[in-house]
């Protein structure tokens, strides 16, 4: 397969013009950054005259901090969605693995190290067993998650009877949930992987097959694709990012808690498809979803400084995250109206 997996859908390979509609797809794709990089900057302007201490060192480092909490499970949700898939289990599977790390760091033994390969290695199996349901059984994947939503949420609260559990105070959560060279763990790590992930989406022949497998997957299994092992493979990625997520998470907080990261799902779609993710899948970008990560952040952050109520907020993130989705199904139908042209 010689689609690239940023200039056109696999699914248009077959099209008698695939370049014209590469072409389109690459330019709208720009210009959404382009977009939201622009609005970006407008919020950093309004918000730095409107909005007391949003300025600051310390701030700037703050919403870093909120940033790689959204971030690092974005890239892993990014492909799925990618793959014509989603994941909703997000939120439960971060705060459960804040749990396991504190479980498993004192009550369960395991020292500070053994507490994070445990949380790490289950992490990884949940995702899989999620991507078995949908490849195995044809299980639709928001059911799949729905579920694994519901029992890790369970999980989380009856492990700590929706208790706080204690980390143990040594350098090694110390430096997790602290800085390193003047900048959050959390948000290095984010960095980190972003550049990881964006790679092998580009560059490798696993990510063509990411792309191929939502554009067109039965396209891409006559093309010697195996997509039932792309995406077990993803959900375990997205198991295995939310377990670092939460680890991390409770470094920051000091403590492993079944009750974190509520809602956090919800932030996590809206920034991969304010990116310019498409929810039909075969379309997206890992530089989108950087940009809508910041873009969801910085807005969190200014709604908090200008001191807008708690639930009011969450108004405002529903509007954003509809007002997406809209511009979303508009350009998948225009490009549904391309390929059928």
């Known amino acids: 397969m010689t689609t690239s997996s940023q200039q056109t859908q696999p699914g248009t390979a077959a099209s008698p013009s695939p370049a014209p509609a590469a072409s389109g797809t690459a330019r709208r794709r720009r210009l959404n950054e382009i977009g939201l990089l622009a609005a970006i900057v407008l919020l950093y302007v309004v918000l730095g005259s409107t909005a007391s201490g949003f300025l600051s060192v310390d701030n700037q480092l703050g919403m870093l901090r909120d940033a790689a909490t959204i ?3 974005a890239w892993g949700v990014t492909l799925v969605i990618i793959a014509g898939e989603i994941d909703i289990s997000i939120g439960p599977a971060v705060a459960f693995s804040s749990v396991l790390v504190a479980k498993g760091a004192t009550a369960w033994g395991l020292g500070s190290w053994g507490g994070i390969a445990l949380t790490l290695a289950l992490g990884l199996a949940w995702g899989a067993l999620a991507g078995w349901l949908v490849a195995r059984f044809t299980v639709p994947s928001f059911i799949a998650t729905l579920g694994l939503w519901s029992v890790l949420g369970g999980l989380g609260l009856y492990l700590t009877d929706a208790l706080p559990v204690a980390l143990p105070d040594n350098g090694l959560f110390r430096t997790l949930g602290g ?3 003047g900048l959050p763990t959390s948000a ?3 960095l980190a992987l972003f550049a990881v992930f964006a790679y092998v989406a580009r560059y490798t022949a696993y990510g063509r097959s990411i792309y191929a497998t939502g554009g067109n997957a039965a396209a891409a299994r006559l093309a010697g694709i195996n997509t039932g092992r792309v995406k077990i493979a993803l959900f375990a ?6 377990a670092i997520t939460g ?3 409770a470094a920051r907080l000091g403590s ?6 509520a809602g956090l799902e919800f932030d996590v779609i809206a920034a991969v498809v304010i990116g310019g993710t498409l929810l039909a899948g075969g379309r997206g970008s890992l530089l989108g979803t950087l940009l809508g990560v910041a873009f969801i952040t910085v807005i969190a952050n200014g709604l908090v400084l200008l001191g807008v109520d708690s639930f009011f907020q969450n108004v405002v993130r529903g509007v ?6 809209l511009v979303n199904v508009a350009i998948s ?6 390929r059928t042209a």
């Open 71 to 73: 971030g690092i499970a």
């Open 179 to 181: 800085t390193v060279l």
């Open 188 to 190: 290095l790590v984010m």
């Open 237 to 242: 990625t997205t198991g295995l990012l939310s």
């Open 247 to 249: 680890i991390l998470l």
């Open 256 to 261: 492993g808690n079944g009750g974190a990261a």
């Open 320 to 325: 954003i995250i509809v007002g997406a989705v």
């Open 333 to 338: 139908n225009r490009d549904r109206a391309v």
